[in-house]
C-alpha cells in the first residue's frame, strides 16, 4: 500500500479511537452531570430562587426530568453508537444544554457561567472544529431568548442588557478561535504521526522483505555451494589453520580414493606422500607449501597418496582466507596422471610436427610460385597460339605460287606479265600479299615482344623465390604509375582477345620503397580476377577500373569490375587459403597476394555489395617501407 493511503488508513483509525473514548468519556461525564444537577435544584436552587429557606423546588423536577432527557439520549447513543458522528453531535448540543441547566438551577450564578466554557473545551477533545459550530449556536441561542424573555434564569437579575448577551457570545467565540486552532494544530499532529507510522511501517516492511529476501538468498546460497561443491570437476578440500579436514567434495573423493566421512576432521598429511618429512612445529599446509603460503594464492604440482597407497602427480591451488579471527584454507586440487601422460605423447609428436611445418611451409610457397607461374603462363601459351594460328593462316603460301608461276614463264617474261591475263593479275596480287604479310609481321612481332616479356616475368618470380631462400628482397623506389602500366602490360594480351576494356584513372608520379615485382604479380593477379569476373559482360559496361589514390602516407590502388560480385558471406574467407568460387580455382592467388601485401608493410581488401554488384580490391601501400618481414 502507498504510503499516503497507509496514513490515511492510520489517521481515520486513530480518530475513530479518540472518538469512541470521547463518547465514554461524555457518557460518563453525562451522568455525572445528571446527579450534579439534581443537587444543584436541591440545595442550590431554593437558597437562590426563594431565599434562604430550603424547599423542595419546581427546578428539582426540571433537574431531573429534563437533566434524564439531556443524559439519556447521549448515554444511549455513546454505548450502542459510540465513534459514529450522530453521536459526536448529540453530545455537543446535549452538554451545551446541561451547561443552559446548571445555570438556570443557580440562578444565573457567575461562576457556573464558566461550565459553559469548560463544556466547550471537553468537546474540542473530539478534535473536529465542526463540533464547535452547534455548540456555540445553542449557547448563543440559550444566551439571547432567556436574556429577553427570562433574564433572572441566566444572568440572575430581573432585566439586563442585550449587550449582556453580546458580551457573553464574544466570550464564546473568543475560546471558539482558541479552540479551532487546538483542534487543527492536534489534527495535523495526529496525521504527521499517522504519516511517519506508514513510512516506518513501509521501511519495516521493507526491511524484512530485505531479509527474507536475503535469507532465501543465504539458504539457496549453501544450497548451491553444496551442488557446486559435489559437482565440481577438481577436487575441493577446505581445511583450517591446524590443517584439519573440514570440507571434501565428490572430485575430492575420486581422486584421493578417501570418502568424506574417511577424512573429514583429520589432518591432511593423510593425503599426503609417506616420505613428506613430518614438521609438527608447522601447520600441515605450511609443510605442504613451505614459504609461499604467505602469499595470499599458490599454486603447485605436487604429489599426492590416495587410498590404495599410490603416489600420483596433482595440480594444487590453495587461496587463504580469515573472518571473524578464524583462518581457512581452500585447496583446488586436480589430477596430473593423463595430462603427464599426453605431454609426454604431445612431445613426442611435436618433433614429427617441426618437420611436418617445415614441408607444409614449402608447400605453401611453392603453391603460390607456381600460381603466379601460371598466370604468366597463361599469358604465354595465349601469345604462342596466336602465333602459330597466324602463321598456320599466313599467305606466305600465295607468294610461293606466284614465284612459281614467275619461273614457269621466265623466257617470255615481258610477254606474260604484260599480256597473259594471270600474268597481269601478279603485280597487283604482290603489292596486296607484302601489305598483309608487313601487318602479319607486326601482329608476330608484338606477340613475341609479349611472350619475351612474359617469360622475363617468370624468370622475375623464380628469381624472387629465391630470394625467399636466402631472407633477401628486391628493395627499391618505383613509381606506382610504373607498377600499374607494367602489370597492364602483362595483362595486356589477354584483354586484347576480350570486349572488356581497361581503363585507368588518377595518374601518379608518387615514388615509393616496395618490392616491384611482388606488386606487379599482385596486380596482375587481381586485374585477372576483375577479367575472369567480368566475361559475361558486353559493351559500354565491361570496363575494368584502375585509379590510384594516395593519402599522406600510403598509396592505394584499387581494381574496380562490374562482374558477378561477391556474396557478403564470403567477404571474410576470400583470402584463405584454399578458399574458392571458382570451379576449377585452387583459392591460392588472393591468399598469396594478401599474404605478399602484408609482408611489404601494406594491406589487400576487398569490397562489394553483393552477387552481380560487382568488387573492388584495394591494395594499400606504405610511402616508405622500414622493414620487409619474408616468411
Same mark, same amino acid.
Given at each position: 500500500?502507498d504510503?499516503t493511503?497507509?496514513?490515511?488508513?492510520?489517521?481515520?483509525e486513530?480518530?475513530?479511537?479518540?472518538?469512541?473514548?470521547?463518547?465514554?468519556?461524555?457518557?460518563?461525564?453525562?451522568?455525572f452531570?445528571?446527579?450534579?444537577?439534581?443537587l444543584?435544584?436541591?440545595?442550590v436552587?431554593?437558597?437562590?430562587?426563594?431565599?434562604?429557606?430550603? *424547599?423542595?423546588?419546581?427546578?428539582?423536577?426540571?433537574?431531573?426530568?429534563?437533566?434524564?432527557?439531556?443524559?439519556?439520549l447521549?448515554?444511549?447513543?455513546?454505548?450502542?453508537?459510540?465513534?459514529?458522528?450522530?453521536?459526536?453531535?448529540?453530545?455537543?448540543?446535549?452538554?451545551?444544554?446541561?451547561?443552559?441547566?446548571?445555570?438556570?438551577?443557580?440562578?444565573?450564578r457567575?461562576?457556573?457561567?464558566?461550565h459553559?466554557?469548560?463544556?466547550?473545551a471537553?468537546?474540542?477533545?473530539?478534535?473536529?472544529?465542526?463540533?464547535?459550530?452547534?455548540?456555540?449556536?445553542?449557547?448563543?441561542?440559550?444566551?439571547?431568548?432567556?436574556?429577553?424573555?427570562?433574564?433572572?434564569?441566566?444572568?440572575?437579575?430581573?432585566?439586563?442588557s442585550p449587550?449582556?448577551?453580546?458580551?457573553?457570545a464574544?466570550?464564546v467565540?473568543?475560546?471558539?478561535?482558541?479552540?479551532?486552532?487546538?483542534?487543527?494544530?492536534?489534527?495535523?499532529?495526529m496525521?504527521?504521526?499517522?504519516?511517519?507510522r506508514? #513510512?516506518?511501517?513501509?521501511?519495516?516492511?521493507?526491511?524484512?522483505?530485505?531479509?527474507?529476501?536475503?535469507t532465501?538468498?543465504?539458504?539457496?546460497?549453501?544450497?548451491w555451494?553444496?551442488?557446486v561443491?559435489?559437482?565440481?570437476?577438481d577436487?575441493?578440500?577446505?581445511?583450517?589453520?591446524?590443517g584439519a579436514?573440514?570440507?571434501?567434495?565428490?572430485?575430492?573423493e575420486?581422486?584421493?580414493g578417501?570418502?568424506?566421512?574417511?577424512?573429514?576432521?583429520?589432518?591432511?598429511?593423510?593425503?599426503?606422500?609417506?616420505?613428506?618429512?613430518?614438521?609438527?612445529?608447522?601447520?600441515?599446509?605450511?609443510?605442504?607449501l613451505?614459504?609461499?603460503?604467505?602469499?595470499?594464492?599458490?599454486r603447485? #604440482?605436487?604429489?599426492?597418496?590416495r587410498?590404495?597407497?599410490?603416489?600420483?602427480?596433482?595440480?594444487?591451488?590453495?587461496?587463504?582466507?580469515?573472518?571473524?579471527?578464524?583462518?581457512?584454507?581452500?585447496?583446488?586440487?586436480r589430477?596430473l596422471?593423463?595430462?603427464?601422460?599426453?605431454?609426454?605423447?604431445?612431445?613426442?609428436?611435436n618433433?614429427?610436427?617441426?618437420?611436418?611445418?617445415?614441408?607444409?611451409?614449402?608447400?605453401?610457397?611453392?603453391t603460390g610460385?607456381?600460381?603466379?607461374?601460371?598466370?604468366?603462363?597463361? *599469358?604465354?601459351?595465349?601469345?604462342?597460339?596466336?602465333?602459330?594460328?597466324?602463321?598456320?593462316?599466313?599467305?606466305?603460301?600465295g607468294?610461293?605460287?606466284?614465284?612459281?608461276?614467275?619461273k614457269?614463264?621466265?623466257?617470255?617474261?615481258?610477254?606474260?606479265l604484260?599480256?597473259?591475263?594471270?600474268?597481269?593479275?601478279?603485280?597487283?596480287?604482290?603489292?596486296?600479299?607484302?601489305?598483309?604479310?608487313?601487318?602479319?609481321?607486326?601482329?608476330?612481332l608484338?606477340?613475341?615482344?609479349?611472350?619475351?616479356?612474359?617469360?622475363?616475368?617468370?624468370k622475375n618470380?623464380?628469381?624472387?623465390q629465391?630470394?625467399?631462400?636466402?631472407?633477401? *628482397?628486391a628493395?627499391?623506389?618505383?613509381?606506382?604509375?610504373?607498377?600499374?602500366?607494367?602489370a597492364?602490360?602483362? *595483362?595486356?594480351?589477354?584483354?586484347?582477345?576480350?570486349e572488356?576494356r581497361?581503363?585507368?584513372?588518377?595518374?601518379?608520379?608518387?615514388?615509393?620503397?616496395t618490392?616491384?615485382h611482388r606488386?606487379?604479380?599482385?596486380?596482375?593477379?587481381?586485374?585477372r580476377n576483375?577479367?575472369?569476373?567480368?566475361?559475361?559482360?558486353?559493351?559500354?559496361s565491361?570496363?575494368?577500373?584502375?585509379?590510384?589514390?594516395?593519402?599522406?602516407?600510403?598509396?592505394?590502388?584499387?581494381?574496380?569490375?562490374?562482374?558477378?560480385?561477391?556474396?557478403?558471406e564470403?567477404?571474410?574467407?576470400?583470402?584463405?587459403?584454399?578458399?574458392?568460387?571458382?570451379?576449377?580455382?585452387?583459392?591460392?592467388?588472393?591468399?598469396?597476394?594478401?599474404?605478399?601485401?602484408?609482408?611489404?608493410?601494406?594491406?589487400?581488401?576487398?569490397?562489394?555489395?553483393?552477387?552481380?554488384?560487382?568488387?573492388?580490391?584495394?591494395?594499400?601501400?606504405?610511402?616508405?617501407?622500414?622493414?620487409?618481414?619474408?616468411?
Amino acid at each position: 500500500m502507498d504510503t499516503t493511503d497507509r496514513a490515511q488508513v492510520l489517521f481515520s483509525e486513530q480518530r475513530d479511537r479518540i472518538n469512541a473514548t470521547t463518547d465514554r468519556m461524555f457518557a460518563i461525564l453525562m451522568a455525572f452531570q445528571w446527579i450534579a444537577g439534581i443537587l444543584a435544584a436541591v440545595f442550590v436552587s431554593p437558597r437562590t430562587w426563594a431565599g434562604a429557606v430550603p *424547599s423542595i423546588h419546581l427546578h428539582v423536577w426540571s433537574a431531573l426530568i429534563g437533566g434524564g432527557i439531556l443524559s439519556g439520549l447521549p448515554i444511549y447513543l455513546a454505548l450502542r453508537h459510540k465513534g459514529e458522528p450522530i453521536t459526536r453531535y448529540t453530545i455537543a448540543v446535549a452538554q451545551m444544554l446541561w451547561s443552559a441547566l446548571l445555570v438556570h438551577l443557580t440562578g444565573g450564578r457567575i461562576e457556573t457561567h464558566f461550565h459553559v466554557f469548560g463544556s466547550m473545551a471537553f468537546i474540542a477533545i473530539y478534535r473536529d472544529c465542526r463540533l464547535l459550530i452547534p455548540a456555540t449556536i445553542v449557547t448563543v441561542l440559550d444566551h439571547g431568548l432567556r436574556g429577553i424573555f427570562w433574564p433572572q434564569s441566566v444572568y440572575g437579575v430581573l432585566s439586563a442588557s442585550p449587550f449582556r448577551t453580546l458580551e457573553h457570545a464574544a466570550w464564546v467565540v473568543f475560546e471558539n478561535i482558541v479552540l479551532v486552532s487546538s483542534c487543527r494544530r492536534s489534527t495535523a499532529e495526529m496525521w504527521e504521526i499517522a504519516r511517519q507510522r506508514a #513510512e516506518l511501517e513501509n521501511t519495516n516492511d521493507r526491511i524484512e522483505s530485505q531479509v527474507r529476501e536475503r535469507t532465501d538468498q543465504l539458504r539457496q546460497s549453501l544450497q548451491w555451494k553444496a551442488v557446486v561443491l559435489d559437482t565440481a570437476a577438481d577436487g575441493i578440500i577446505t581445511i583450517d589453520n591446524d590443517g584439519a579436514i573440514l570440507e571434501f567434495n565428490r572430485a575430492a573423493e575420486c581422486i584421493f580414493g578417501f570418502s568424506k566421512p574417511e577424512v573429514v576432521g583429520q589432518n591432511v598429511s593423510m593425503l599426503l606422500p609417506k616420505q613428506e618429512p613430518a614438521r609438527d612445529d608447522r601447520p600441515a599446509l605450511s609443510r605442504l607449501l613451505g614459504d609461499d603460503l604467505a602469499k595470499s594464492r599458490t599454486r603447485h #604440482e605436487f604429489e599426492g597418496l590416495r587410498k590404495d597407497g599410490s603416489n600420483f602427480p596433482l595440480d594444487l591451488s590453495v587461496s587463504k582466507s580469515e573472518l571473524g579471527g578464524n583462518v581457512t584454507f581452500t585447496a583446488i586440487v586436480r589430477d596430473l596422471t593423463e595430462e603427464k601422460a599426453a605431454e609426454a605423447e604431445i612431445a613426442k609428436v611435436n618433433a614429427d610436427l617441426q618437420v611436418a611445418s617445415r614441408w607444409a611451409g614449402m608447400a605453401e610457397i611453392a603453391t603460390g610460385v607456381l600460381h603466379n607461374i601460371g598466370n604468366v603462363l597463361n *599469358s604465354v601459351n595465349v601469345a604462342a597460339s596466336v602465333v602459330t594460328s597466324k602463321l598456320r593462316a599466313s599467305r606466305v603460301s600465295g607468294l610461293t605460287r606466284a614465284a612459281s608461276m614467275l619461273k614457269e614463264h621466265e623466257n617470255n617474261l615481258v610477254e606474260f606479265l604484260s599480256k597473259d591475263g594471270k600474268g597481269r593479275k601478279i603485280p597487283p596480287y604482290l603489292s596486296e600479299l607484302a601489305q598483309h604479310l608487313e601487318a602479319e609481321q607486326s601482329d608476330i612481332l608484338s606477340e613475341l615482344t609479349s611472350l619475351t616479356e612474359n617469360i622475363n616475368h617468370i624468370k622475375n618470380i623464380v628469381n624472387m623465390q629465391q630470394s625467399y631462400a636466402t631472407r633477401a *628482397s628486391a628493395i627499391e623506389s618505383v613509381s606506382v604509375n610504373s607498377i600499374v602500366d607494367e602489370a597492364l602490360r602483362f *595483362s595486356e594480351s589477354s584483354f586484347s582477345r576480350s570486349e572488356i576494356r581497361i581503363q585507368k584513372e588518377n595518374h601518379s608520379s608518387t615514388t615509393i620503397e616496395t618490392d616491384q615485382h611482388r606488386i606487379v604479380q599482385i596486380l596482375i593477379n587481381l586485374i585477372r580476377n576483375g577479367r575472369q569476373a567480368m566475361s559475361h559482360l558486353v559493351g559500354a559496361s565491361a570496363v575494368l577500373l584502375i585509379q590510384i589514390e594516395e593519402t599522406e602516407t600510403s598509396v592505394r590502388i584499387h581494381v574496380k569490375d562490374r562482374g558477378i560480385g561477391i556474396p557478403k558471406e564470403n567477404l571474410t574467407a576470400i583470402f584463405r587459403h584454399g578458399f574458392t568460387t571458382k570451379k576449377k580455382g585452387h583459392g591460392f592467388g588472393l591468399h598469396h597476394s594478401a599474404n605478399t601485401a602484408k609482408e611489404l608493410g601494406g594491406l589487400l581488401t576487398v569490397q562489394s555489395d553483393g552477387p552481380n554488384q560487382g568488387a573492388t580490391f584495394t591494395l594499400e601501400l606504405p610511402k616508405m617501407l622500414e622493414e620487409v618481414q619474408v616468411s
